[in-house]
């Protein structure tokens, strides 16, 4: 399958470029590494047609690892980037059915298989980048809970606070750990105690709280809504 790299890169640019039209690549930044690894791909296929009998050894390719990193650089996603690796491989198949190749099934495997391997390579970058993010959000969530001057909490279906915030430890005047401890059935108000049930029970059944207030007793036996 050795056909004209340079025919191919162009057909590829062709059918690509439309995918980049909102990112306003240049040629050059569409093209990036691609030379760099139609030369990895030649060196695999001719490997393979030498050796008929043994497994091509697919190596961590540092020239798609650039690549997927270009394009999250440039504002690409996974779907454009996983398009282009499936359009690659319909224009190397398209032009060696052109030039009227015959094509060893060997080869075939091996070109889906560098393709592919080459692709899961790329997308690597953003997987990290994914996770940084899911990260970030997390971090910045914890940081509202946190400094937040409301009061906040997590109460489970148990009956049991699973988180609360500096605020609400500071107005309440109980520790952390005292509020983890025991039912926080414990601090309502008893005036308080059958709606905050009901809307326990609305909330165990799916519907929603909207607006919702009760009083909680601090350390000194004073409330505080």
């Known amino acids: 399958m050795d056909t004209d790299r340079e025919a191919l890169l162009e057909d590829w640019v ?14 050059e930044q569409i093209v990036d590494a691609l030379p760099a690894f139609l030369e990895e791909l030649h060196a695999l296929l001719v490997e393979a047609e030498e050796d008929a009998d043994g497994d091509p050894v697919l190596h961590h390719s540092e020239v798609s690892g650039a ?26 198949l398209t032009r060696a059915e052109r030039a009227d190749m015959d094509v060893p099934p060997r080869q075939l495997r091996v070109l889906s298989a560098c393709i592919d391997n080459a692709l ?11 996770a940084e993010r899911r990260h970030a959000e997390v971090e910045e969530r914890e940081r509202f809970f946190q400094l ?6 997590v109460a489970g279906m148990d009956g ?24 926080f059935m414990d601090l309502v108000h008893p005036d308080d105690q059958a709606s905050t049930r009901e809307e326990m029970r609305k909330l165990s059944q799916g519907i929603p709280t909207l607006h919702f207030e009760n009083r909680f007793r601090t350390r000194d036996g004073s409330y505080r809504w």
């Open 14 to 27: 062709a059918r690509v470029s439309p995918l980049f039209t909102p990112l306003r690549l240049s040629r």
């Open 67 to 92: 690549h997927g990193r270009q394009r999250l650089r440039l504002g690409a996603d996974v779907s454009l980037v996983t398009r282009e690796y499936a359009l690659l491989r319909d224009c190397i």
């Open 120 to 130: 899961a390579q790329a997308v690597i970058p953003f997987a990290f980048d994914s």
């Open 148 to 153: 937040s001057p409301d009061m906040f909490s």
């Open 160 to 183: 049991y606070f699973k988180r609360v915030n500096a605020h609400f430890v500071h107005v309440l005047g109980w520790s952390e750990a005292e509020l983890y401890q025991h039912p």
